[in-house]
C-alpha cells in the first residue's frame, strides 16, 4: 500500500542546544548515528519505505547543509518527492547553494502555519508529521489505515516504557477502545505508562481549524507546539484522537546521554538500524556496512594492538595500536592515541564527553585514564 492522498512534514528545525558538544558544528538531525548515517535518515527512509508521495522539509538552523545532505542522498527516489518549501528551486541548483534564512519560528506549530503553502496544498487529505532526530524503522502504510477506518481526526503514535522514564516524554491517557483522553507534557507525576512517539496523522482540515483559532490568541495565548497545544486543543475539542501502538523499536535522541546509551542497546539487541535497513550516508564507508565484531559495531578497522569492546566505531576515526575503547562511541574525525584508555564515553574530535557529562572534557583531564 502506498500512501495515497497523505503529505509529510518533517519537523528539523531545533537548535538540539541539549546534545551540546554534539551540535556544535552541525544541525541536530545531521548528527551522526549507528555509524552508517545521521538522525535524519531514519525518518526520511521511512517516509521512502512507506511510499510517501512528498515529503515537506520544516527547518531553520543550518539548512543549507541538511538540504544538500537530503539532496545527495534522498533526492532520486521516484515514490517520495522532497519538497523544501520556500526554497525548493534553490536547494536543487548546486552543492554550493546558500539558502537564505526562514523567519523565526517558536515551535512546531509555528512551523506548520509557517509552511501551509506547502503542507495543505491541493493533493492531500492527510499530514504525516514526523521528527529528524527519532530513531526507529517503521512502515507508516498500517498507521495510516487504521487511522481512516477508525475516522480519526489524527492518530498518534504511542508506545509503553517504564513508567519511571514517562517524565521525559508526553505522556498519554486512553480508554478501551485507544481514544486519546489526554496528552500531558513531561508530567510531574505520571498516572500512564504510555508515551507519545511523536509522530502523528492528522486529517488536514480539522487541523488546519486548530491551528487558526490558536493563531488567533496571540503570541501569550499558546506555547506554539504540536504536543502542548494542538493535540490538547482536539482532544478538549472533542476531536477523535486515537492512538496507535508502536511495539518495534523507536528511540527519541534529545541528549548527549541518550544518543551514547542508545547506541550501545544496538550492541546488545542487533537491529535493521544497524544491519543495512538504512542508505550508508557518512563519509568513509563504501560499499561497506558496519559490522558487528567483538560485541562492537565497527564502521572503521581496529588496528593490531588497538582493544576496542562494547563500543561503537564510527569511519573517519582513528584508533592507534596501544589505545583501548570500552563501552563508548568513536565519531568521525575523532582520535584515541596509543596508551589512551577511554571508557563509558563519546570520543569526538574536539575531545572527550564522560558518561553523564554534557561537555567535553580536556584531554588532560585528570579524572580520565592515561
Not at 520556500?86 to 536543487?92: F, I, Q, S, V
Not at 519511571?164 to 513531561?186: C, I, N, Q, S, W
Not at 583501548?324 to 562511541?329: D, E
Request: hydrophobic share 40%.
Amino acid at each position: 500500500m502506498t500512501l495515497e492522498g497523505v503529505r509529510g512534514a518533517l519537523l528539523a528545525g531545533g537548535l538540539g542546544e541539549r546534545m551540546g558538544p554534539l551540535t556544535a558544528d552541525v544541525c541536530k538531525p545531521l548528527v551522526p548515528y549507528a555509524a552508517s548515517c545521521r538522525l535524519v535518515d531514519f525518518s526520511v527512509a521511512n517516509a521512502v519505505r512507506s511510499g510517501l508521495p512528498e515529503l515537506v522539509l520544516l527547518s531553520q538552523h543550518r539548512e543549507s547543509d541538511l538540504v544538500r545532505h537530503l539532496v545527495a542522498h534522498w533526492d532520486r527516489h521516484p515514490g517520495t518527492r522532497l519538497h523544501f518549501g520556500p526554497h525548493d528551486d534553490l536547494a536543487r541548483t548546486g552543492p554550493g547553494a546558500v539558502l537564505p534564512a526562514r523567519p523565526a519560528e517558536r515551535g512546531t506549530a509555528d512551523a506548520l502555519l509557517a509552511n501551509a503553502p506547502y503542507l495543505f496544498a491541493p493533493g492531500a487529505h492527510d499530514l504525516l508529521v514526523q521528527h529528524a532526530d527519532h530513531v526507529y524503522v517503521f512502515d507508516y502504510a498500517p498507521m495510516v489505515a487504521a487511522h481512516r477506518e477508525s475516522g480519526a481526526d489524527c492518530t498518534i503514535g504511542v508506545q509503553r516504557i517504564e513508567r519511571r522514564y514517562v517524565h521525559l516524554f508526553g505522556m498519554v491517557e486512553t480508554d478501551p477502545d485507544a481514544r486519546v483522553l489526554a496528552l500531558v507534557e513531561k508530567p510531574t507525576h505520571p498516572t500512564s505508562d504510555l508515551v507519545f512517539t511523536a509522530f502523528c496523522v492528522f486529517r488536514i482540515d480539522p487541523l488546519r481549524e486548530v491551528l487558526a483559532d490558536l493563531a488567533a490568541r496571540g503570541d501569550a495565548g499558546w506555547r506554539h507546539d504540536i504536543s502542548r497545544d494542538v493535540l490538547p486543543a482536539m482532544i478538549a475539542r472533542g476531536r477523535r484522537v486515537t492512538a496507535y501502538q508502536v511495539t518495534d523499536y523507536w528511540a527519541d535522541i534529545g541528549t548527549v546521554e541518550r544518543y551514547r546509551t542508545e547506541q550501545l542497546r544496538l550492541l546488545d539487541h542487533p537491529h535493521p538500524i544497524a544491519a543495512g535497513a538504512l542508505p550508508r550516508t557518512l563519509p568513509g564507508l563504501g560499499d561497506d556496512a558496519p559490522r558487528y565484531a567483538a560485541g562492537s559495531l565497527l564502521g572503521a578497522d581496529v588496528p593490531p594492538g588497538a582493544t576496542v569492546e562494547g563500543s561503537v566505531v564510527y569511519p573517519g576515526c582513528r584508533i592507534e595500536p596501544g589505545a583501548t575503547v570500552l563501552r563508548s562511541v568513536v565519531l568521525p574525525g575523532a582520535a584515541v592515541p596509543a596508551g589512551r584508555t577511554v571508557r563509558d564515553a563519546i570520543v569526538t574530535p574536539a575531545g572527550i564527553v564522560p558518561a553523564g557529562a554534557d561537555r567535553i572534557s580536556p584531554a588532560h583531564d585528570p579524572a580520565l585514564p592515561p
